[in-house]
């Protein structure tokens, strides 16, 4: 198979990743946005070999740096903690893929030709606020000129609608949301720096107090903290430098949809990710049949149906029942969020993207901690706000 | 003005935190436009389907206002 082709004709220069760095997530206190952003970058550093001088360029996705963190230019504020000098530093907010638009612009800038060697950071602080101050500032993540934002719609609520319609459209029984949680939970359980590590029962995940109707508290992510971080560097510096088991980025495509409820085309999938998804798939010369492996962007249990859809790991309609079944367990036909996903790793904002790839470079190096069997290509698809930006990343073991 | 009930939710957490009577959601359809608005009160009625009427004028901003929605109940209405 050929993979990795730039869809416009040629050949192109290839980023590995080749280091990564992760602090636990969950409800950190005492420590700030740059604490966690500069703990999980020097792990990442140290796990890639790599000092200051080596690094070309630096990508920090966070979202809410300032209305929730008190921070304003984390970038070169993160640049300046870990001694990078004048190298060039941005910050990139895409909502909750704001991680994952790092990496893509990283991926680009060492494609491109322009830097050899990048550090892609994520953070987000999120604790030590009331829910209200929270949920207020997740929610403007929508148009907030528009009626929903208007009417008093919060996330939770955003997906509720989602899930509402998914249920009537695929005659769906409601109680099979809790696997879902259920799965991702016992996931996490594996996982030592998630934010949730106990699993729960399918009739504790359908006791919880309702949230937004058909969601339960067990199907939506928690506020959490924390910070992850990659090195990807180009191929040839990586050859140059004898790095250990690179993961090549065989492709990592972007798209935009709707920034509102009322304006969305469907309310059981999410245009910007079907866009990113077939563009990824190009890029990196595979389909979806290729995927051995897939974090997704379970910020609430019925995203986690809507992601395997549009990324057509599954026929529409059909992901509830391949959840039923245990198809996307570890150990399953097709492993999906073995990490716990956001439901149980936790969803510190702008961490979020970034640690889905650090899943699944752990999962194609063989070292993860729910590690799923020979899985040689994975996938990562991180969304932000109401679909208004997706990005979906295709990985694969190097040879 | 009557509409469709295209998806909707009962938000039991809303911005401002735990409610002890949950708003709803609702988006729905109007001759072809999507219009979203919010719904309080006797929600028994609200379903994918469901008929619904919006009260509210168009505000100064330049953004419609719609702040309340409800229906003469299921089978009022033909939805």
């Not at chain 1, 740096?65 to 870990?82: F, H």
């Not at chain 1, 909750?96 to 990048?118: Q, W």
């Amino acid at each position: 198979m050929s993979r990795g082709i730039d869809i416009n004709g040629g050949g192109r220069r290839r980023a590995q990743v080749i280091g990564h760095g992760q602090t636990s997530f969950g409800r950190l206190d005492g420590v700030s946005l740059m604490d966690l952003a500069t703990a999980a970058t020097r792990e990442a550093m140290g796990s890639a070999s790599i000092g200051p001088a080596d690094v070309d360029g630096l990508f920090f996705g966070t979202f809410a740096s300032l209305a929730l963190g008190g921070q304003g230019l984390p970038a070169a504020v993160l640049s300046e903690r870990l001694g990078l000098g004048d190298v060039p530093a941005v910050s990139l907010e895409g909502a909750c893929a704001s991680g994952s638009l790092a990496f893509r612009h990283a991926v680009r800038a060492i494609e491109a030709g322009e830097i050899e060697v990048a550090v892609v950071a994520g953070a987000e602080k999120m604790t030590g606020h009331t829910t209200a101050v929270v949920t207020d500032t997740l929610a403007r993540a929508n148009d907030t000129g528009a009626e929903s934002y208007r009417a008093g719609l919060t996330f939770p609520g955003f997906f509720a609608l989602v899930a509402q319609r998914y249920l009537h459209d695929y005659g769906v029984d409601r109680d099979l949301l809790a696997e879902v949680s259920v799965k991702n939970r016992a996931h996490g359980a594996h996982n030592d720096k998630a934010h949730f590590q106990k699993p729960v029962s399918r009739a504790e995940a359908l006791a919880a107090r309702p949230i937004a109707d058909p969601l339960r508290l067990f199907d939506c992510s928690p506020i959490s903290d924390g910070g992850a971080a990659l090195v990807i560097a180009s191929r040839e510096w990586a050859a140059a430098h004898d790095v250990v088991r690179p993961i090549d980025v065989l492709s990592v495509a972007q798209a935009g949809g709707a920034v509102s409820a009322e304006r969305m085309d469907s309310f059981v999938s999410l245009s910007a990710a079907v866009s990113a998804a077939q563009e990824a798939y190009a890029g990196a010369g595979i389909g979806p049949e290729d995927v051995d492996v897939a974090e997704v962007h379970d910020c609430f249990s019925v995203a986690e149906w809507v992601a395997l859809e549009d990324l057509a790991l599954v026929p529409r309609g059909e992901a509830a029942a391949t959840t039923a079944e245990g198809a996307t367990r570890v150990g399953g036909r097709l492993p999906v969020n073995p990490s716990g996903g956001l439901l149980s790793k936790g969803h510190p904002i702008g961490a979020t993207g970034v640690a889905q790839i650090i899943e699944i470079a752990k999962q194609l190096r063989g070292e993860a901690d729910n590690q799923a069997v020979d899985a040689r290509v994975g996938l990562a698809h991180n969304v932000g706000g109401t679909g208004g930006v997706a990005v979906v990343t295709v990985l694969e073991r190097a040879a | 003005m009557t509409g469709t009930v295209l998806t909707f939710t009962r938000i039991h957490v809303g911005v401002e935190g735990p409610r002890e009577e949950p708003y709803a959601v609702i988006v729905a359809d109007f001759d072809g436009e999507r219009i979203c608005a919010r719904a309080e009160g006797e929600l028994a009625w609200l379903r994918i389907g469901a008929p619904v009427r919006l009260e509210g004028e168009a505000g100064g901003d330049g953004h419609r206002r719609l702040v309340s929605a409800r229906s003469d109940g299921p089978g009022a209405i033909p939805g």
